[in-house]
Protein backbone atom coordinates (compact mmCIF):
# COMPACT_ATOMS: atom_id res chain seq x y z
CA UNK A 1 0.00 0.00 0.00
CA UNK A 2 1.37 3.55 -1.07
CA UNK A 3 0.19 6.75 1.39
CA UNK A 4 -0.11 10.24 -0.15
CA UNK A 5 -0.30 13.09 2.07
CA UNK A 6 -0.57 16.48 0.82
CA UNK A 7 -1.08 19.53 2.97
CA UNK A 8 -2.66 22.94 2.03
CA UNK A 9 -2.28 26.77 3.04
CA UNK A 10 -5.05 28.53 1.14
CA UNK A 11 -5.40 32.03 0.36
CA UNK A 12 -8.59 33.01 2.75
CA UNK A 13 -8.53 31.05 5.81
CA UNK A 14 -12.37 31.82 6.74
CA UNK A 15 -14.03 28.79 7.93
CA UNK A 16 -16.29 28.67 5.03
CA UNK A 17 -13.61 28.76 2.76
CA UNK A 18 -11.46 25.73 4.01
CA UNK A 19 -14.86 23.87 4.41
CA UNK A 20 -15.89 24.47 0.59
CA UNK A 21 -12.30 23.57 -0.35
CA UNK A 22 -12.20 20.30 1.97
CA UNK A 23 -15.77 19.22 0.58
CA UNK A 24 -14.07 19.43 -3.24
CA UNK A 25 -11.91 17.47 -1.86
CA UNK A 26 -13.87 14.38 -0.13
CA UNK A 27 -15.77 14.65 -3.77
CA UNK A 28 -13.33 12.40 -5.01
CA UNK A 29 -14.11 9.23 -2.72
CA UNK A 30 -15.86 6.70 -4.96
CA UNK A 31 -14.96 8.48 -7.93
CA UNK A 32 -11.70 7.20 -8.58
CA UNK A 33 -10.89 3.49 -9.19
CA UNK A 34 -7.41 3.17 -7.57
CA UNK A 35 -8.30 5.20 -4.68
CA UNK A 36 -8.58 2.54 -1.92
CA UNK A 37 -8.76 4.99 1.17
CA UNK A 38 -9.40 9.38 1.03
CA UNK A 39 -9.27 11.27 3.97
CA UNK A 40 -9.96 14.93 4.53
CA UNK A 41 -9.01 16.73 7.79
CA UNK A 42 -9.18 20.53 8.99
CA UNK A 43 -6.43 22.22 11.26
CA UNK A 44 -8.16 22.65 14.74
CA UNK A 45 -5.25 24.39 16.48
CA UNK A 46 -4.70 27.29 13.48
CA UNK A 47 -0.72 27.52 14.54
CA UNK A 48 1.63 29.75 12.36
CA UNK A 49 3.14 26.66 11.18
CA UNK A 50 -0.22 25.01 10.57
CA UNK A 51 -1.69 23.85 7.56
CA UNK A 52 -5.26 24.19 6.60
CA UNK A 53 -6.32 21.12 5.59
CA UNK A 54 -4.64 17.50 5.06
CA UNK A 55 -5.30 14.90 2.28
CA UNK A 56 -4.82 11.39 3.08
CA UNK A 57 -4.81 9.06 0.53
CA UNK A 58 -3.79 5.25 -0.09
CA UNK A 59 -3.18 3.44 -3.49
CA UNK A 60 -2.25 -0.23 -4.42
CA UNK A 61 0.83 0.98 -5.74
CA UNK A 62 2.94 4.11 -7.25
CA UNK A 63 1.42 3.03 -10.21
CA UNK A 64 -2.17 3.52 -9.16
CA UNK A 65 -1.12 6.86 -7.77
CA UNK A 66 -0.03 8.10 -11.32
CA UNK A 67 -3.53 6.45 -12.34
CA UNK A 68 -5.20 8.86 -9.86
CA UNK A 69 -2.84 12.14 -11.06
CA UNK A 70 -3.95 11.84 -14.34
CA UNK A 71 -7.60 10.70 -13.74
CA UNK A 72 -10.10 13.83 -14.76
CA UNK A 73 -11.51 13.94 -11.63
CA UNK A 74 -8.22 14.44 -9.82
CA UNK A 75 -7.37 17.20 -12.65
CA UNK A 76 -10.47 19.19 -12.01
CA UNK A 77 -9.76 19.19 -8.29
CA UNK A 78 -6.15 20.60 -9.14
CA UNK A 79 -7.45 23.39 -11.10
CA UNK A 80 -9.88 24.25 -7.89
CA UNK A 81 -6.67 23.88 -6.19
CA UNK A 82 -4.96 26.09 -7.98
CA UNK A 83 -7.38 29.32 -7.36
CA UNK A 84 -7.65 28.59 -3.92
CA UNK A 85 -4.06 27.60 -2.46
CA UNK A 86 -1.79 30.00 -0.96
CA UNK A 87 1.54 28.94 -2.71
CA UNK A 88 2.56 25.38 -2.60
CA UNK A 89 1.16 22.59 -1.31
CA UNK A 90 3.52 19.84 0.40
CA UNK A 91 3.35 16.05 0.37
CA UNK A 92 4.97 13.09 1.50
CA UNK A 93 4.49 9.40 0.15
CA UNK A 94 5.50 6.64 1.46
CA UNK A 95 4.69 2.28 1.45
CA UNK A 96 2.38 1.70 4.25
Do not use: W
Not at 11 to 27: F, G, H, I, M, Y
Not at 35 to 44: F, K, P, Q, W
Not at 59 to 78: G, I, M, N, T, W
Amino acid sequence: MLTHIVLFKLKDRQPESVEATAAVLRNMEGKIDVLRHIEVGIDVLHLDRSYDIALITKFDSVEDLQVYADHPVHVEVLAHMKQVLDGTSVCVDFVS
